[in-house]
Nanobody, 120 residues
Framework: QVQLVESGGGSVQAGGSLRISCAAY?????MGWFRQAPGEEREGVAF????????YYADSVKGRFTISQDNAKNTVYLQMNSLKPEDTAIYYC????????????????WGQGTQVTVSS
């Protein structure tokens, strides 16, 4: 089993920045973030493969969000810049022993979620 503990998030005005973190307790091959806005489906945002550091981004966040990792701390970070009101959602950290994918069905381990609110 893997436990994921998220931190960060909060409220910011449009154009601002936030960073969220996810510490993993246990082995993971791929970690990343999904988000879910009220009334919307949970969607993949960004992922990173733990061994090679290969990153994947949703088109909606490319150029604004950066996912990174600190292997010594077994922690993954999502730096979110140029935030928009449409980025408002609960952000969930997710991990899998398999390859990275934008499909939530691939991920068996989930964090508790952290709220990100962007005001206009």
């Amino acid at each position: 089993q893997v436990q994921l503990v998220e931190s960060g998030g909060g409220s910011v005005q449009a154009g601002g920045s936030l960073r969220i973190s996810c510490a993993a307790y246990g082995y993971t091959y791929c970690m990343g973030w999904f988000r879910q806005a009220p009334g919307e489906e949970r969607e993949g945002v960004a992922f990173i493969s733990r061994d090679g550091g290969i990153t994947y981004y949703a088109d909606s966040v490319k150029g604004r969000f950066t996912i990174s990792q600190d292997n010594a701390k077994n922690t993954v970070y999502l730096q979110m810049n140029s935030l928009k009101p449409e980025d408002t959602a609960i952000y969930y950290c997710a991990a899998t022993w398999g390859r990275c994918s934008f499909s939530r069905n691939v991920f068996g381990f989930w964090g508790q979620g952290t709220q990100v609110t962007v005001s206009s």
